[in-house]
């Protein structure tokens, strides 16, 4: 059974703080990527990454960056919080080619609140 | 500007009837379609797709149509079911390992 886990599903945090998130999978997928999730916007990319230490951009990569040390491993990190980074934010993987379509397995998500 | 919209941001639907949930696009230089489900506290999960040279698929109650000349697709459940009350999430698939979403619907269907 494929997983993606991401290690918090509800934080707090004070606006300036380092927030860490991590996503975990288990598929032995090549790509990896962070999205966030707000009412209306839908998900939205910020960053990706399709092999271990490399990292591309998204749509919304201002004021996040990540990590991605081993190839299960995709972290995302807020340098210095703010409160407009209250969101959902959900991991998800996939193989590097499909014969087919590009289906992406999520994680449950994280739920940030930033004071 | 969204590439990909779904304008409708609720739907309200009887049990046993069917859902109709609609998403417009502005790129058409893309391979697939898929839609997305998405429950509280939970991350998306894969639906169905169509993929860019036909025009509908089928999938036991789900059915989605594609509309190249309108660059409209639609997914049709039916019947619903109070276990279908969701948000759904239609994506594009441009086969570069990456997909663009719609803002997404919110569906409720009355017992």
């Known amino acids: 059974d494929v997983k993606v886990t991401q290690s918090s599903r509800y934080l707090v945090k004070r606006t300036g703080e380092k927030v860490f998130l991590e996503c975990v999978q288990d598929?032995?997928?090549?790509?990896m990527f962070w999205y966030r999730q707000d009412p209306g916007l839908g998900l939205r990319l910020i960053y990706f990454?399709?092999?271990?230490?490399?990292?591309e951009k998204g749509d919304i990569p201002e004021g996040y960056s990540v990590s991605r040390e081993k190839k299960e491993r995709f972290s995302l990190i807020l340098e210095s919080a703010s409160t407009n980074q209250t969101s959902m934010y959900l991991c998800?993987?996939?193989?590097?080619?499909?014969?087919?379509?590009?289906?992406?397995?999520f994680g449950p998500g994280t739920r940030l609140t930033v004071l | 500007d969204q590439q990909v919209k779904q304008n409708s941001p609720s739907l309200s639907v009887q049990e046993g009837r069917i859902s109709i949930l609609n998403c417009d696009y502005t790129?058409?230089?893309?391979?697939?379609f898929l839609w997305y489900k998405k429950y509280p506290a939970e991350g998306p999960t894969f639906l169905i797709s169509?993929?860019?040279?036909?025009d509908k698929n089928e999938d036991g109650r789900f059915t989605v149509f594609l509309n190249k000349s309108a660059k409209h697709l639609s997914l049709h459940i039916v019947p619903s079911q109070p276990g279908d009350s969701a948000v759904y999430f239609c994506?594009?698939?441009?086969?570069?390992?990456?997909?663009?979403f719609g803002g997404g619907t919110r569906l409720m269907v009355k017992p």
């Open positions: 998800a993987s996939s193989e590097k080619t499909s014969k087919y379509y590009n289906e992406q397995f």
């Open positions: 598929m032995d997928h090549e790509n």
């Open positions: 990454s399709y092999d271990v230490k490399m990292k």
């Open positions: 790129n058409s230089m893309f391979d697939y």
């Open positions: 169509i993929s860019s040279i036909k």
């Open positions: 994506a594009q698939d441009n086969a570069g390992n990456m997909l663009t």
